[in-house]
């Protein structure tokens, strides 16, 4: 029993300022633990796994220390034969590992919170491209993308599967976690031998859903046995099945009336995971789990916790008062704000830093990159450069120019704000926000405001920042004002001459209407049919198509890539973007390319033959790249800035055109800086260094 968490969430409970949210601060327990909240970090990936073990330490420890009360690993691969490798994952294969893990784990334990591994096998599914084994199955199939099957496994290797996942439960144990799961879902091992149609065995472990479950029960057995004193046992768990010809909902349902008895906690989730359970706000609201989650809630007796995206403390306090969820779970919201349950206690609402559900933090796991946030620059950097979310060293004072509130200018403005200097903010634009403001009032996006309303409310209660609206500067002006330091944040404005990825030099065939994503979120309409022409690859253009199909437009979507939006398959928002432009009745022509226009048609272009045709458009929309608005930082420093000019940079899109996220981080970044440069060689790096031989 680990009494020291419930005294800390006795003291906690003590400073709860609404008690209408008093519910989100009783502790819990969990078989032999005690939650000392209802907050909840669910397992989530972080590009960090066991390839940056102090950066994952520093980050999981930070949630813990903003009131998170249990915080679990990502996915923490038990052997060697599930490696899956490019993508960071975690990792219990041996003492190296329980090394690691167990400094995350005292990490979390330091702030009173519990620490949960969520122990992963991969079956078929991974591809064991780093430690070159044979993956095993339910049966011989397909990874998910490396041209590789995996090996049957008969009963010799199911044998040895359970010794493995024993082992590795030890590990957890030893590393010092207090959570251990069984995690038989999201199409991994042990998900494979409880589906209908991958499973395809006469012997025990297949046929009656008993059989299919029986590796998944042996396992559980196995997991308290050996653990269950001293771990609560978690199952992550789909709340609905997996589609009738995987696993039922009936058949689900069954499963958890079978198996409560084993469980101290079910972590359920819903069978769509890319449509629903990771989707972005473009495509699925706060809650959307509710209902599914609530029916299987009603099969069990053991304690719930499941996701939504919930950032609304109101709606956190209503899944547990409807007895929807006995924990509130949480990922994004947890790395857009690791100081949420902290700032809920406090009664300090307005600074919650809410998720925008962009998915850019997928993205960075997808890419083998440790984990970014767009509303929070600070996650990933706890480690690497002591970046504090909620606090930034002072500064030696002085005034400071920013031109520019788009979200670089707004950070920067905040973060020195916050550190003591006299900030004066401008912009050209009646409304802050910049490209936020502009973007948030395209189709899906608009809970990006977020990224401007949380830095607007925060400035407000920093009078040493004053803003000025609908101020244009020019370099004379700016000159004239003598801040001791000025930022430029003036942004970026997209080309209308089709230079991008695949034409290197601009299109010179352009003529008749030629619209920007500029000039559409400014209020201009196409005339006749569009085409749109993607070379961007991300969200622009599809929301662009979405937002004139919905207005009657006629719209024809031309990419050179394989698929409408190809790096949104990084976001997982590839496959919900390409079905929404078909249900709106857009065109989608892939491989394809604009090599002109005459007014009246496109001249479209094969990527692969060469072969061109023409296209009939009234309108060709171009969404290809962007180019600094810099013309201002020129002026003011030069062609060549050298220490004369030391005292101006240039921050955001304006300096390199990139995501909101770069944006936001950029502007905290140099503002943190300023001053201190110490700070700006500082960055650690996580690796392993060899000593001797
Ligand atoms: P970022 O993403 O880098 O923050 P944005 O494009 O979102 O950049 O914002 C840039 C902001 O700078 C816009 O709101 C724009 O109105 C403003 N801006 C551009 N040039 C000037 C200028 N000369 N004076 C004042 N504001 C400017
Ligand atoms: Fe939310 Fe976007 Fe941050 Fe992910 S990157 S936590 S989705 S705001």
Redesign the pocket.
Known sequence: MHSRYRDRSILAMNTITESRYQPLFEPLRLGPVIAPNRFYQVPHCTGMGHALPRTLAAMRGMKAEGGWGVVCTEYCSLHPTSDDQPYPFAALWDEGDVANLAAMAQQVHAHGALAGVELWHGGSYVPNLASRLPSIGVRSMPSREEPVQSQRMDRADIRAFREWHRAAARRARHAGFDIVYVYPTHGYLMWEFLSRSLNGRTDEYGGSLENRARLFREVLEDTRALVGDRCAIAVRFSADGHGDEHLSREEAHDLIGMLDELTDLWDLVVSDYYGEEMATSRFVRQGSLEERVAQAKRLTRKPVVSVGRFTSPDAMVRQLRSGVLDLVGAARPSIADPFLPRKIREGRLDEIRECIGCNVCYASNYRGAALRCTQNPTMGEEWRRGWHPERVPPGKGGTVLI???????LEAALVLGKRGYTVTL????AEAG???TLESRLPGLAEWARVRDYRMTQLRSLPQVSMYLG????AAEVREFGADHVFI????RWRRDGLGRWHTRPLGALQGAVLTPDDIMRGARPSGAVTIFDDDHYYMAPVIAVLLARAGARVTYVTPTGHASEWSHYTGEQHSTQSQLLELGVEIRVSTVVEGFDGAAVTLGCVYSGRQWPHPAGTLVLVTSREP?EE?FRELAGEEPADAAANIQR????RQPAL?AH?VYS?HKAARELDRPEEMTAAGRDRSIVHGS
């Not at 031109?403 to 200018?409: F, K, L, M």
């Not at 401008?426 to 634009?429: I, K, N, Q």
Request: hydrophobic share 50%; net charge negative.
């Open positions: 031109v520019g509130a788009g979200p670089a200018g401008a912009d050209a634009a910049g490209r936020v101020n244009r500067l020019a944040a003036t942004g970026a608005d201002l921050i955001g899109d304006c909101i944006a502007g």
